[in-house]
């Protein structure tokens, strides 16, 4: 599936969305006289998602009374601008998930802790299975069980990082070669 914005947004009103929110960027007046280009356009519209994550959580978890039903009420407004598409809602889903195994596993070191290791893993298994179903739905025989390999090996990389966070904490005893090592 293409997926492709009726009304793509330029550079300049992600900017005024940004300013608008409070939350726009300090433009380099040297490096962008003449303000946002369209190169920035990605990166523009990161900086807007993370406001609106932000916007959304706090909103969402200032007590626990009524925490499900802020959720489902940000849900339901998700999904009357996504509209009934449920191609297009799976899209937008495996997209998220990605960012999301994408942030879990960055670190300040080079080494992903195995905690962060399991939940990068967990993440991209959603992705897979997803993928796996669109696929199946649509009668792609190749295009699914490519997907629920990934999905296999994911599953076995959380599986993985589990017992190395248990190791690490003394809950279970590691392998033959760590104990060599």
Do not use: C
């Not at 179903?133 to 649509?138: D, G, I, Y």
């Not at 993985?160 to 190791?167: S, T």
């Amino acid at each position: 599936m293409s997926i492709s914005s009726e009304r793509p947004v330029d550079a300049e009103q992600i900017y005024a969305a940004l300013a608008a929110l409070a939350a726009e960027p300090v433009a380099d007046a040297e490096k962008r006289p003449e303000g946002p280009r369209e190169e920035d356009r990605l990166h523009l519209l990161g900086r807007l998602l993370a406001k609106t994550e932000f916007e959304i959580t706090a909103a969402t978890r200032l007590t626990e009374e009524g925490e499900i039903e802020d959720v489902l009420e940000t849900t339901l407004g998700w999904g009357q601008q996504l509209g009934a598409d449920p191609g297009l809602a799976v899209n937008v889903l495996t997209n998220r998930l990605q960012r999301t195994a994408l942030q879990v596993s960055e670190t300040e070191t080079e080494e992903v802790p195995p905690g962060r290791e399991a939940a990068f893993a967990a993440a991209m298994t959603a992705v897979y299975a997803l993928s796996a179903q669109l696929h199946a739905e649509r009668g792609d025989t190749e295009g699914t069980r490519h997907a629920l390999s990934g999905a296999e090996e994911a599953l076995i990389d959380i599986l993985q990082g589990i017992h190395d966070l248990r190791v690490a904490i003394g809950d279970a005893p590691g392998s033959e070669n760590e104990a060599d090592t």
